[in-house]
């Protein structure tokens, strides 16, 4: 990658009809770099820690306390194994503040390393840069460690163990994992055994089929859940067909089923045709280890077209427009909703933008109240040598489940990338939620800013300092309601052997004064072992 110019040069040079495919990259073959040693690596991790959260006791200051865990790896050609004994995430970045005006709980991406490494082989078939399919998640790791939902801290992790296989025809992945007994305030979380298998086949070069079953056990209540899913894709050419069938289980529950089905097949060089559909049964829930974006008994179907066109010359690097509709019967609602959408994205060859429009309406029923849907989206997103900037909005007419009302509703954005001098590196980052009332008045706008400034002393040694505040507007006035601070520097004193030190602090503005929610401040040292 030429940092310089944004440009990434590969030497199997991929269809931009088809962006990236992982099946489709070349092999690096007859490179034997000598290797010493079992594979083994042995990862001691001390941790010395305070931390405070507001809801245990307002008046107590902060507890430290030593935290000494490990971590094993062992990788040997295409196995991987990973143990982690008492793993604390202390150096990861805490979650940004954020909101949504829709009824699904909010998706926070996995940030845990022990998560992250091999996590594309537990998530199901789809089409990656495709977003008109999107198959369920019946596995979401976020779950296991899960913040309590009093405020008072996060589930202990006891123990983990992963193991992941690689080769050019098999995957296969095992996770297991002992949360420990939490008590809250309001909130209690149980001893846990968290399960999941997944084995995945490819097949036809370029296809792939594969299942994947997840188990959680309470250990104290000796209830359990249990899901599982069929899923994979059928591409030929450049047409593709993915599939996904779900069945879970619960102690004393019924079964719950859902299967789903999307795909674009090409008519033509440039003409494309898209369609997805879902069937939910009424008794799937998934949200016991997966994250759950629809209810029980929802239905929808989509079709569209797509026109393709990547000049080889000229401002234009690309085009792309399609038209779609959408049917959707919601199992909590009485009524269904048949939407039109249209959809326009074009990319600039110098400099480097990407502009995308897109517009919606059609017959939408929400809280057993029918209306017209409407929306309008859109987006740029510009790069310049080393700068970038991107910015873009959503604006909604539809239900408010913040307010429960149907209304208008606003989500601007924008955020810029520059090296400021030097070593030193800056980011912003805003995102905003504007609310309008029944009759279409202004209400207030809620904007959430993420401000980074990062200076590098070395390759290896970094310091961030990060502010996340959020700022309410009103008609008459503007006030601060909550103010995170965190400064985290990382020495990698040699290869995968790191020393950390993190301090997190939120506060909430009310009264004219700060009150404290949470604060983590620690050293943190991970020394690697080989043997």
């Not at 489709?24 to 001390?46: D, R, T």
């Not at 909101?99 to 078939?125: D, L």
């Not at 629809?294 to 399609?322: A, C, E, M, Q």
């Not at 008045?441 to 070395?458: A, C, G």
Request: some cysteine.
């Amino acid at each position: 990658e030429f940092y310089k110019t944004k440009e990434v040069n590969y030497y199997v040079l991929p269809d931009q009809k088809e962006s990236l495919r992982v099946s489709k990259f070349g092999l690096l073959k007859n490179i034997n770099p000598p290797v010493k040693g079992y594979g083994i690596e042995f990862y001691p991790v001390c941790l010395f820690k305070n931390d405070y959260y507001y809801r245990r006791d307002e008046n107590l200051k902060g507890e430290f306390h030593p935290w000494i865990g490990s971590d094993i790896l062992y990788r040997k050609e295409n196995h991987t194994l990973n143990l982690t004994i008492l793993p604390d995430f202390a150096e990861i970045e805490s979650d940004p503040f954020t909101m949504s005006f829709s009824k699904y709980e909010i998706y926070y991406p996995e940030r845990r390393p022990f998560f992250i490494e091999g996590k594309n082989i537990f998530e199901p078939s789809g089409f990656g840069h495709w977003g008109f399919y999107s198959p369920a998640k019946i596995f979401y790791s976020r779950r296991i460690g899960r913040k309590m939902l009093d405020g008072t801290g996060e589930v202990p992790i006891l123990s983990g163990l992963k193991y992941t296989f690689k080769s050019n025809i098999y995957e296969t992945g095992i996770l297991s994992v002992l949360t420990g007994r939490k008590n809250g305030d309001f909130d209690t979380s149980y001893q846990t055994l968290w399960n999941v298998l997944r084995l995945k086949r490819y097949f036809l070069v370029n296809s792939e089929n594969g299942f994947l079953i997840t188990y959680k056990k309470n250990l104290e209540k000796n209830e359990y859940y249990l899901g599982g899913d069929i899923d994979g894709a059928i591409r030929w050419q450049r047409n593709q067909l993915a599939y996904q069938s779900t069945l879970t289980l619960k102690e004393k529950g019924r079964t719950g089923f859902l299967f789903s089905s999307g795909g674009n097949i090409f008519i033509k060089e440039n003409y494309m045709l898209i369609l997805s559909g879902k069937y939910v049964n009424n008794y799937l829930d998934i949200s016991e280890m997966g994250y759950q974006n629809f209810y029980p008994g929802d239905r929808n179907l989509l079709l569209g077209t797509v026109y393709l066109k990547f000049p080889k010359k000229g401002i234009i690097s690309s085009y792309f427009l399609s038209t779609s509709y959408l049917h959707l019967k919601e199992g909590i609602e009485r009524g269904s909703s048949n939407l039109f959408f249209i959809e326009n994205n074009i990319g600039l060859r110098n400099p480097n933008t990407w502009i995308y429009l897109s517009l919606g309406t059609g017959k939408s029923f929400e809280k057993d109240t029918e209306f017209i849907y409407k929306s309008l989206s859109f987006s740029i997103n510009f790069n310049f040598t080393q700068v970038t900037f991107y910015s873009g909005a959503s604006y909604n007419y539809d239900w408010n489940y913040i307010r429960n009302y149907l209304a208008y509703t606003l989500t601007p954005y924008f955020g810029f990338e520059l090296p400021a001098a030097g070593r030193f590196n800056i980011s912003i980052e805003t995102n905003g939620w504007t609310e309008f009332d029944k009759r279409n008045s202004y209400i207030q706008t809620l904007t959430s800013n993420k401000i980074y400034i990062t200076y590098n002393f070395t390759p290896f040694m970094n310091l961030t300092f990060y502010l996340n505040p959020v700022l309410l507007f009103e008609r008459e006035k503007t006030k601060l309601t909550y103010l995170r601070t965190s400064i985290y520097y990382t020495y990698e004193v040699r290869p995968k052997s790191k020393i950390f030190f993190v301090y997190n602090h939120s506060f909430n503005y009310e009264n004219q004064k700060f009150s404290n929610l949470e604060r983590i401040g620690g050293v943190k040292v991970k020394w690697i072992f080989l043997f």
